[in-house]
């Protein structure tokens, strides 16, 4: 079907929904008032889109009259440039969503090779999520925080409330890489350590169907650094799923019933992104050329801290600010392979 005319329909279907919410008392209000909330973008889009090429078309009229032509030129040189502009946004807005992408997100850092300084660096850049949630009004929930003997982690895990959290941290997923000189270091001999990057859509009850008898829970003394135990009661929870074999481990809070209760949240987040990876194998293969997988055994970002610098290999963007993106400055990162992922999936769809 060509644009002009899946414009016309969604365009139909945007007022057929309103008549049908303004004069049937029966009607699904819910329901229907979610879908059209949905199409009032892309009829706006569509409305601006219009505008422009009526707009066009009588510049290009007027260009016959010596006394306009001048200005009748600029005008529709300007709006000749703007119509494909607009195609291309409705293109996107088009395109199929993803519909984890207005989803909260449960976040996970944990040190792989390089032994004390990948924990020091995976401390740093749980930091480094959390400014940036702080920058765009999220919530930002310590699930669990594993701390080493030197100030590293073991371990992390937050719950990242707000709109479209998902949307904008999902490109996040894969083996983050560090070189610099590290503070115990004597000889000045730059080190290279990566860190592993999880992050999940967060899953409600309904997405993911959990049958007790498919877990065993084991409760144990909680912890702390150094293995000094911060409390004397069974607080921490360990609960693995049999049939998958993950398990989720928490000992944050003193309370039996709440670290179960946050183990059992990110168990349902890690079930429902491998549903999601199961089923969805065609968009893994679409964003697998341009912005990776999101596999964890993937290297997809390097920090040089001698020379500044961060570089995301999926899709060559070397930024030499590594102090500002470390402050949590991921904006100019995200839109970057966000706007990637677009331009792969507008050249599937086209094709």
Do not use: C
């Amino acid at each position: 079907m060509s644009l002009p005319a899946r414009l016309d329909r969604l365009l139909t279907r945007a007022e057929e929904l309103r008549h049908v919410l303004s004069t049937a008392p029966g009607a699904d209000i819910g329901a229907l008032s979610k879908e059209l909330s949905e199409l009032e973008p892309l009829v706006e889009k569509v409305s601006e889109l219009r505008a422009a090429e009526r707009a066009r078309d009588d510049a290009q009229a007027m260009m016959a009259d010596p006394e306009m032509k001048d200005l009748a030129e600029t005008e529709w040189l300007e709006q000749k440039e703007r119509v494909p502009a607009l195609e291309r946004e409705i293109r996107i807005l088009l395109l199929p969503r993803d519909v984890a992408d207005e989803r909260s997100a449960i976040l996970e850092v944990r040190p792989a090779a390089g032994g004390d300084e990948a924990g020091l660096f995976a401390a740093e850049l749980f930091r480094t999520y959390q400014r940036y949630a702080e920058s765009r009004g999220w919530r930002f929930e310590l699930l669990e925080y594993d701390e080493s003997d030197l100030g590293g982690i073991k371990g992390a895990t937050a719950e990242i409330n707000g709109r479209s959290v998902f949307a904008r941290l999902k490109y996040e997923s894969g083996v983050h890489r560090v070189q610099r000189v590290p503070a115990t270091e004597t000889q000045g001999r730059i080190h290279t350590s990566t860190v592993t990057v999880a992050v999940l859509p967060e899953a409600e009850e309904v997405d993911v169907q959990v049958n007790d008898a498919d877990l065993r829970i084991d409760t144990y003394r909680a912890s702390g650094a150094g293995g000094q135990h911060v409390n004397k009661t069974d607080s921490a929870v360990r609960i693995t799923h049999l049939p998958t074999g993950i398990v989720v481990a928490m000992q944050e809070e003193k309370s039996q019933h709440k670290n179960r209760a946050k183990a059992m949240k990110v168990l349902r987040a890690r079930l429902y992104e491998a549903q999601r990876s199961a089923k969805d194998s065609a968009r893994a293969a679409d964003r697998r050329s341009q912005v990776g997988t999101g596999d964890r055994s993937e290297r997809i970002r390097t920090y040089n801290f001698p020379q500044g610098r961060v570089t995301d290999h999926r899709i060559g963007l070397t930024l030499h600010k590594i102090d500002r993106v470390m402050l949590g400055e991921f904006d100019e990162i995200v839109d970057a392979l966000t706007a990637e992922d677009q331009a792969a999936r507008l050249a599937a769809d086209a094709a």
